[in-house]
């Protein structure tokens, strides 16, 4: 038998990362030495210590057990914990939730507050699963163009009175995937402002927070008054090398948790506790294993800019993210065209910009996540192609 997929799937793009798959699946199998910069998962282990912990939490009988929806309140304690740093106070009990990822939370939080037909304002170029989480909350779309010429930040004012009534979340993402711009506090309190006039929740989407070359950009939640109108969504996945874990959370606005709570009491059962417990020693330690990760991706971008520009490529500069953002040539018409083009004749992938929104026609992202010595010989070979 044969069975139709529901609408809501049919309605779907197509996900950017299978299709680069399938391109690079068929270029390995023709023997190609394929050097992979598109998908942003770090390759470096997971430092020791935190492997250690779920080593030892995993040995608890009782960690086998359901864990609890909101994540332990040890958990929730550590966030809070993390974010005193930032000198942003937090209530453990009312304002942290686990979430299995940052993903989960970002995908399930529409559920939790639009109703069909209501606006939800979404970046392009942007994380895809804000689009696709709009979709499947019956949301309507309304993308904000990040435009190079205002720092790949939403100009609020472009968006129609019309849509701003109708709004009820925006999704916000800073340090940005895939653009690597960081957000200054000004923009932040443009978008407080904005949100209160309208009544909208903002998502902040943090998970590259601590990824950044020498300055900690600010984030959301430092802001005064973002409590008031929203949420910010971090991840142990980049920050510790951590994808695999699959361990985040939401923290911010009481009554915008709850609601997210809510969705996910119905739909999942919370993140494995010795993974929670795992992601306590990470968030708890003294961040020394994360100023060697900074360093890393700060060595990778300098080297990767310099080969990039002595070759002719516009690079957008950055502080942050793992990402480099860059315009292509001028004689290919699309990123898409440049990207099989790229493939075909230097066995590199990398991710056209349009497969994260139309407004990311024209630019194409690499990720710094392989070993330095890939990076180089992958836009060494880019650089063949000027
Ligand atoms: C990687 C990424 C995430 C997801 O992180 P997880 O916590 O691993 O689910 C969320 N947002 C952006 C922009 C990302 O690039």
Not at 69 to 82: D, I, Q, T
Not at 153 to 160: A, F, N, T, V
């Amino acid at each position: 038998m044969k069975f139709e997929l529901s609408d809501r799937v049919k309605d779907l793009p197509p996900y950017l990362f299978a299709q680069m798959d399938q391109l690079k699946q068929a270029a390995l199998q023709k023997g190609v030495d394929v050097i992979d910069l598109g998908i942003g998962d770090p390759q470096d282990p997971t430092p020791d210590f935190i492997v250690e912990a779920l080593h030892k939490a995993s040995k608890k009988t009782h960690n086998h057990r359901y864990p609890s929806y909101v994540g332990m309140l040890s958990f929730r304690e550590a966030v809070a914990k993390f974010y005193e740093r930032k000198d942003v106070k937090l209530d453990p009990q009312k304002e942290v939730l686990a979430l299995i990822g940052s993903k989960e939370g970002i995908a399930n939080i529409p559920l939790a507050f639009v109703n069909p037909g209501d606006v939800v304002l979404v970046p392009s170029p942007g994380y895809p699963v804000f689009s696709s989480s709009t979709l499947f909350s019956g949301g309507r779309q309304v993308t904000m163009p990040l435009l190079e010429k205002n720092g790949f930040l939403p100009d609020l004012s472009k968006i129609s009175q019309d849509d701003a009534h109708r709004a009820k979340l925006m999704f916000l993402n800073y340090p940005n995937n895939p653009t690597s711009a960081t957000a200054p506090l000004e923009f932040y309190k443009e978008v407080i402002e904005f949100a209160k006039k309208y009544n909208i929740i903002v998502c902040h989407d943090a998970a590259y927070a601590e990824i950044y070359c020498d300055k900690r950009p600010v984030s959301f939640l430092e802001v005064p008054h973002a409590k008031e109108v929203g949420v910010e969504f971090g991840s142990l996945s980049k920050t510790y090398n951590m994808t695999g874990w699959r361990l985040g959370w939401v923290v911010g606005n009481e009554n915008v948790v709850h609601g997210l709570g809510k969705i996910k009491t119905n739909i999942d059962s919370g993140a494995f506790q010795a993974i929670q417990e795992a992601g306590i020693a990470a968030l708890l330690s003294d961040q020394k294993c994360v100023e060697d990760i900074r360093r890393v991706y700060k060595n990778k971008r300098e080297m990767a800019v310099q080969l990039l520009e002595e070759a002719g490529f516009q690079v957008t500069p950055s502080e942050a993210t793992f990402y480099v953002w860059f315009k292509k040539p001028q004689n290919f018409k699309t990123s898409g065209e440049f990207v099989t083009h790229v493939l075909d004749k230097t066995g590199v992938v990398i991710t056209p910009g349009n497969g994260f929104g139309e407004w990311g026609e024209g630019y194409l992202r690499i990720s710094l996540t392989a070993p330095q010595e890939r990076i180089k010989e992958a836009v060494t070979r880019l650089a063949t192609l000027l």
